[in-house]
């Protein structure tokens, strides 16, 4: 279900905006100024914003900013009809739309379906990419990169660094990693795992002796992700 946080001082627009939201099958948390208004950003992590930037306490505008430092939501602004500076401002601070007041209950749902469709086309676009360090992972398009350069990789190898990717801190015993990578049917040495690394390492490592990548657990078997 979708999550919708509304941000108004206004009672009765808040009323008006929950109830037609409701009716659409959102999820709606309501705040009445600013600074509930974030707190409630933070805890109840909304999949879209409507936000007034007339509020009493903290300028919309501000809000406005906070929200896109924290991290990218899409964020539809309410403003008085010719407040022509406020809605430049507001998109330039990093809102997606805004909408008007007064407002028609089927403009602002339109309004947001178009916005949460465009977010999810340009989410299905972007290659899933891992970070870690100096090494980057794309997942999508099966590249490696060190310091920006292309890594060349095995099949056996970029198998095993996939799934250590996927797991960050998880560890895996050599035996899971040989089943995984090599398949449940091989009937194989787990001794191959370690052989597989020790390469592995020497292309992604800056020492191999004292990885940072891929750690070893003495005893139980190998992890990504160091100090």
Known sequence: MTK??????????????????????????TAADGKS???????????????????????????CREMTK???TPIIIL????????????????????????????????????VLRRLEKSADSSPEIVRHLDLEINLTNKMVFKNGAPVEL??????????FAKNPQRVFSREELLSRAWGYDFMGDSRAVDITIARLRKKIEDDSASP???ITVYG???RFGGK
Request: charged letters at 30%.
């Open 154 to 163: 095995t099949l056996r190898e970029y198998q095993l660094l996939e799934l």
């Open 79 to 114: 403003t008085a009809k010719d407040d022509i500076v406020d809605k430049v401002l507001g998109l330039e601070l990093g809102a997606d739309d805004y909408i008007t007041k007064p407002f028609d209950g089927r403009e602002l749902i339109a309004r947001m379906k178009t």
């Open 4 to 29: 919708v946080l509304v941000i108004d001082d206004e009672p009765a627009i808040r009323d008006l905006i929950e109830m037609i939201l409701e009716r659409e099958n959102f999820k709606v948390m």
């Open 70 to 72: 924290i991290r990218k």
């Open 220 to 222: 139980f078997g190998y």
């Open 212 to 214: 940072r990548h891929i």
């Open 37 to 63: 208004g974030l707190e409630a950003f933070l805890s109840f992590n909304p999949d879209i914003v409507i936000l007034d930037l007339m509020l009493p306490d903290i300028s919309g505008l501000d809000v």
